[in-house]
């Protein structure tokens, strides 16, 4: 059983470009999340889905910030114009159907912007 | 607001002796509580979640936490620390907003030191 993975684990990007994260939850799981952690912070979460449907937004999630999960698989998150406080752990995590409180969580992409 | 509070920064213990790392909530309705660690650059790992039931919920490598429902509490505890133990530990609780929603919402996270 493969758990959730993310790519790219590492990114550093110059203010004003854009970048752009996937996330593969776990098989057949249908809920993924999408969560931000500063340093020295818990994650603070940003948007939801559930299959292919968007069902939550976090006021964090600026216009700049979209996230998509076309085939209700797998999921990118893509943040435009970047920003010096943009820099932060993105972690994604998923849910089954069965247990869809208990969320499992990816290593996380780590953002830096100069 | 819903929020949690994890009161410590950071806890030392001995390799070998209990410890206990707190974690208070403020939700309304059934709380949903959860805990996580996370080791240096990772991501963060399930360890154990209360839903209902016992009060005594065990999860992961010899972890167990107590919910406490009138003193609002969900401490995390294992009867004998390791120093594999040493991480960053957050709790969380499922945020309840007119009916349950699918967000968690964190501590500020423990960071436990066990001392070989």
């Known amino acids: 059983d493969t758990g959730v993975s993310q790519d790219p684990r590492h990114k550093i990007t110059k203010r004003g470009q854009n970048v752009t994260f996937r996330c593969d939850p776990i098989?057949?799981?249908?809920?993924l999340y999408w969560y931000r952690q500063t340093l020295g912070q818990g994650p603070e979460f940003l948007t939801y889905?559930?299959?292919?449907?968007?069902?939550?937004k976090s006021r964090l999630l600026s216009d700049r910030f979209s996230a998509e999960r076309p085939k209700g698989s797998f999921s990118t998150l893509e943040i435009q114009r970047t920003e010096q406080g943009d820099s932060a752990m993105y972690l994604c995590a998923s849910s089954s159907t069965g247990a869809p409180e208990t969320q499992y969580f990816g290593p996380g992409t780590r953002l830096l912007v100069l | 607001a819903q929020s949690v509070a994890q009161p410590e920064d950071q806890v030392n213990v001995a390799e070998g002796n209990p410890l206990t790392v707190k974690c208070t909530y403020s939700v309304s309705g059934n709380p949903y509580l959860f805990w996580y660690v996370q080791y240096p650059n990772r991501g963060l790992q399930f360890l154990l979640k209360y839903i209902t039931g016992d009060n005594l919920v065990k999860g992961s490598y010899g972890f167990e936490a107590e919910f406490n429902k009138s003193q609002t509490s969900f401490h995390l505890k294992k009867p004998s620390a390791l120093v594999s133990d040493s991480a960053l530990y957050f709790c969380a609780v499922r945020e309840y907003y007119g009916g349950a929603t699918n967000k968690l919402i964190f501590g500020t996270g423990t960071l436990l030191a066990v001392q070989p």
């Open positions: 889905f559930q299959n292919e449907a968007q069902l939550e």
């Open positions: 098989s057949e799981h249908n809920r």
